[in-house]
């Protein structure tokens, strides 16, 4: 049986690959390789986009992985997340509620409210739903966390690489529930024609 979410460019000890209804490309699976048509989440490498791109050191086409991951989003639908400073958002739509020619939108959330170790303020990229159709968001996690992503917060410590990249169980859960609402979306274009 075809598994019904898709993620790609996933870390190869990704909480996804514990979960029966994901369909994992790693480093190991050619994510570029992917030729379905259900909606994806996409978790392109984020260093050659972010503020330190300068002193990133990126394999090869590295950095054309996230311009995949747009371009695969409009076509098949589904959410790409990057971190909030990537200037990867600056090719994409403001996160002020307007929609993108592909019906596309930007969401800003902090993974530390969705169970992360630390704040991560991200954004998503999203298409295949209306901005009214997103699922409940968590309540703000207002407990100190005792963690930073690079350490520069007085009285936490810096997280691991391991902490810095995983994604959170329930901000799998969300995205499992959107790319549902998107594949229920594209089923009504579908049965509607």
Request: overall charge positive.
């Amino acid at each position: 049986m075809k598994k019904p979410n898709v993620v790609l460019f996933c870390r190869e000890d990704s909480a996804y690959k514990e979960r029966p209804s994901w369909d994992v490309y790693d480093i190991n699976r050619d994510a570029m390789s992917y030729d379905g048509t259900n909606p994806v989440v996409c978790h392109p490498p984020c260093r050659s986009w972010g503020r330190l791109s300068h002193m990133a050191n990126p394999r090869a086409g590295e950095k054309d992985l996230a311009i995949y991951s747009i371009q695969l989003i409009r076509n098949v639908g589904g959410i790409l997340e990057h971190p909030h400073g990537s200037r990867l958002f600056n090719r994409l739509p403001l996160s002020n509620g307007f929609s993108d020619e592909y019906g596309g939108f930007t969401l800003e959330l902090n993974q530390y409210d969705f169970g992360h170790v630390a704040h991560k303020n991200t954004k998503l990229y999203i298409v295949g739903i209306d901005r009214g159709e997103l699922p409940v968001m968590p309540d703000k996690n207002t407990v100190v966390s005792s963690r930073s992503i690079c350490g520069n917060v007085a009285g936490t410590t810096r997280c691991t690489q391991y902490q810095r990249e995983y994604t959170p169980e329930r901000l799998i859960d969300f995205f499992e529930e959107i790319l549902g609402k998107i594949r229920a979306n594209k089923n009504k274009e579908i049965s509607n024609v």
